[in-house]
């Protein structure tokens, strides 16, 4: 059974920082692309980040260019998204994303870790 667990939510200030984390299990985690996805309340669901199965790239939403960064450590099963010079439009439910395209499509996610960027 595969599970993806986000942590590391909550409230910040504006121009904070959050860390979120994602821990995999049930999956071979090495070999699937990690995406981090959000959304904010009445829109829709955008990508945020992306860093595949090697780690050797990262992508990136116009909007977080600059100020965030994702990673990940194939040894603890887990992604990163560290999130720097936080605005409140960055207010969403953030979600882990696990996405592997090979001759069978897998794509598993998270149940979503609560991000308010508020005074």
């Known amino acids: 059974q595969v599970q993806l667990v986000e942590s590391g939510g909550g409230l910040v200030q504006p121009g904070g920082s959050l860390r979120l984390s994602c821990a995999a299990s049930?999956?071979?985690?090495?070999?699937?692309?990690m995406r981090w996805y959000r959304q904010a309340p009445g829109k829709e669901r955008e990508l945020v980040a992306v860093i595949p199965s090697g780690g050797d790239s990262t992508n990136y939403a116009d909007s977080v260019k600059g100020r965030f960064t994702i990673s990940r450590d194939n040894a603890k099963n887990t992604v990163y998204l560290q999130m720097n010079s936080l605005k409140p439009e960055d207010t969403a439910v953030y979600y882990c994303n696990a996405y592997r395209g090979t001759s069978v499509v897998r794509i598993y996610w998270g149940q979503g870790t609560q991000v308010i960027v508020s005074s």
């Open positions: 049930g999956l071979t985690f090495s070999t699937y692309d």
